[in-house]
């Protein structure tokens, strides 16, 4: 069970999300399931950073050396706190806390809620992973960014990243009606979509594109498995 927030501080939902990991790879054969075939985190919103947070965590830890983490598929995460002291190399993720402030589903006021209840140090690298030292030996990742989202800039600073870190994915996406290809990393951005869209409007064409997008998101980081 993953206990939150605010009856339950950072860092106890993040540490409940990576012992729960470390429980279902314990005990992969009572749950009729095989981490050498796929080992992928991944999450929606909040659960985004988590398994974010997750993947940083697991590449670190010698219980993961013979199974580590295969995949990330992190759908509108959160990456950095708003509060944090972010590197000038960065500074362009305030931009969609700006022009999004006031969009449906999520609010900067919603997210500085969210963000009080945590009661956390912005600049914790377990919470704020765009902050982590290295981002380097990360596994494969999906990124599923909505373009009216408050969070879309730090999604699109974690996404370069990870590039700059040398992360080792490859696919074509989408963004505004425009395909482009990048070399390390898949990002799918949804034009005019808010934050957990797909929640509200579940036969929104972009809806049915993003859940699309996150099987053959899926699919494409279980083909990534050497």
Not at 28 to 36: G, H, I, V, Y
Not at 41 to 55: D, E, K, R, T
Not at 154 to 180: I, M, R, S
């Amino acid at each position: 069970m993953l206990n939150t927030a605010p009856e339950h501080p950072f860092p106890i939902g993040h540490n409940d999300a990576y012992e729960s990991l470390k429980w279902a790879v314990t005990n992969c054969a009572s749950l009729n399931a095989s981490p050498s075939l796929g080992l992928i985190v991944g999450g929606n919103s909040a659960g985004g950073n988590l398994a974010a947070s997750v993947a940083l965590r697991a590449r670190d830890d010698p219980f993961f050396s013979e199974q580590p983490v295969t995949g990330q598929l992190l759908q509108v995460p959160q990456t950095v706190q708003p509060n944090a002291s972010i590197p000038e190399k960065y500074k362009s993720v305030s931009q969609s806390w700006t022009e999004n402030a006031h969009a449906p589903l999520l609010s900067r006021r919603d997210l500085d809620t969210v963000i009080d209840c945590l009661k956390a140090d912005p600049n914790d690298p377990r919470l704020s992973v765009l902050l982590a030292t290295s981002h380097a030996g990360l596994p494969p990742a999906v990124l599923q960014i909505a373009s009216a989202d408050p969070l879309r800039d730090e999604g699109l600073a974690y996404e370069k990243a990870l590039k700059d870190a040398g992360v080792k994915t490859k696919l074509e996406f989408a963004f505004d009606g425009k395909v482009a290809k990048l070399k390390y990393f898949v990002v799918t951005s949804y034009p005019g979509f808010p934050h957990g869209g797909h929640y509200v409007m579940p036969r929104a064409a972009l809806s049915q594109r993003f859940y699309q997008d996150f099987e053959h998101g899926l699919e494409w980081l279980l083909q990534r498995i050497e």
